[in-house]
């Protein structure tokens, strides 16, 4: 399905941010696990998280929505997950895959996983090592791409495990799988990533302990803990957020509300880095969802300048790195990325993905081993390119957000995978002003 992004003069208005991914996953899987009936409002509907509630009623807990985002999860407690009747097919989700992992160590069962073309040259060893160093056993033994097939058990062995990645997905699999072992389970993580997890099983009656040390945070659960059903509204989505935010930053005369937006310096840095650019920004207080604080987030035109971006801030923005490459080709003079290798296998290599959308629009762009530098225009960049999306949902809504402020339109050749993540966005987006159409580029 293709699009294509024209200019407009203005992009302005308010949006109901949707509801986050990460915690959506986490949600539905922790409400699965729990006893009791959990209820859920704002919940992510894109198809990532449908595969995730998917793969909880193949295991065993029932799911019933009552409305858009309002949904129940009835959880297995103490009876546990059990082998579902066919394959768990997780789509493009790799956050649903590697959590589910975790979760489907503890068990005495065998289940066989499989994902899509791009989810299936992902690596998953880096979440089966700890999993097999705890009792689980993979079909292939040395299993590092799916499909394979897991077999759990009843009773894992309590670890101790510093990931080699800066990932929230490894720590969150080896924490969940650590309710199930015997003794705790810690997590050290060199560099701070996203604690939703953390967050959220607290939420559920599970104790999280988080000790700094010289090797970095240490997070802890004890085996044996039982999580107990909750009800809670969740977050808005700060990944997806961005690009309404970049929308309004590069617009001749843009200025957008976003509402219920999640505030976590986990999640933060694509903000910071936008700021620091000299995008307007700014923040009102708006209560609080799911252990998470919320905003009401304001953003409007403004003259950007390149910059050198601090390596600190890539975990907390390593999903916003296409859209932030967006606003480096409006700004100023150059941004040099660095530090974010970890963009080599994620739905696409989005370090080439993201320099390839930028020439196929006109704009100076260069791959480096851990990141990219482009060459801002200071303006408008030309646009007018069909840009590959590499059935990745970011490199396709950052390229739909750059046409909205080009010189000339710029298409996308598939636009079908964006509702794995933020399936609103083309509603949204025409809703502030946005033109974006179907057709031939």
Request: proline residues 5%; aromatic residues 4%.
């Amino acid at each position: 399905m293709t699009l294509v992004s024209h200019p407009v003069r203005a992009l302005r208005g308010a949006v109901r941010a949707p509801g986050d991914k990460s915690c959506s996953h986490r949600a539905l899987i922790f409400g699965a696990l729990a006893e009791g009936r959990s209820r859920f409002a704002g919940l992510l509907e894109g198809d990532d998280v449908r595969r995730t509630a998917a793969a909880m009623q193949a295991l065993g807990a029932e799911l019933e929505q009552s409305g858009p985002g309002d949904w129940a999860v009835r959880g297995v407690g103490a009876a546990g997950f059990r082998t579902p009747a066919g394959p768990i097919d997780f789509g493009n989700s790799g956050t649903g895959a590697r959590l589910i992992m975790g979760a489907l160590a503890g068990f005495d069962l065998e289940a066989d996983l499989q994902g899509d073309e791009s989810l299936s040259s992902r690596p998953m060893a880096r979440v089966l090592d700890p999993l097999r160093r705890m009792g689980a056993v993979s079909e292939p033994a040395d299993a590092d791409r799916l499909p394979f097939r897991l077999r759990g058990r009843s009773t894992l062995s309590a670890i101790d495990y510093a990931p080699a990645q800066a990932s929230a997905q490894v720590k969150s699999a080896i924490l969940i799988a650590g309710l199930r072992a015997e003794g705790a389970t810690s997590a050290t993580e060199a560099k701070p990533t996203r604690d939703h997890t953390e967050r959220m099983l607290r939420g559920f009656g599970v104790e999280v302990s988080v000790r700094r040390t010289d090797a970095g945070d240490t997070i802890t659960v004890e085996g044996g803990q039982k999580l107990s059903a909750i009800e809670t509204a969740l977050p808005g989505d700060p990944s997806s957020a961005a690009f309404l935010t970049a929308a309004a930053i590069i617009s001749p005369a843009g200025e957008v509300l976003i509402e219920r937006l999640m505030s976590n310096d986990r999640r933060d840095g694509f903000y910071q880095a936008a700021a620091a650019m000299g995008a307007h920004i700014g923040a009102e207080e708006a209560g609080e969802a799911a252990g998470e604080r919320l905003i009401d987030l304001t953003a409007a035109a403004g003259a950007l300048r390149g910059v050198a971006l601090p390596e600190r801030l890539v975990p907390s923005m390593i999903d916003e790195f296409p859209i932030l490459a967006v606003l480096a080709a409006f700004a100023e003079g150059e941004t040099v990325v660095s530090g974010a290798e970890e963009l080599r296998v994620k739905e696409s290599d989005r370090v080439t993905a993201t320099v390839d959308m930028l020439r196929a629009c006109g704009v100076e762009a260069e791959e480096r081993p851990d990141g990219f530098v482009v060459q801002g225009c200071g303006g408008p960049p030309p646009g007018g390119g069909l840009v590959e999306t590499r059935h990745d949902h970011r490199i396709a809504m950052s390229a739909l957000v750059l046409g909205t402020a080009a010189e000339a339109p710029v298409a996308i050749d598939d636009a079908s995978m964006i509702a794995t993540s933020y399936p609103d966005f083309a509603d949204h987006m025409r809703a502030l002003g946005a033109d974006i159409r179907h057709g031939a580029p």
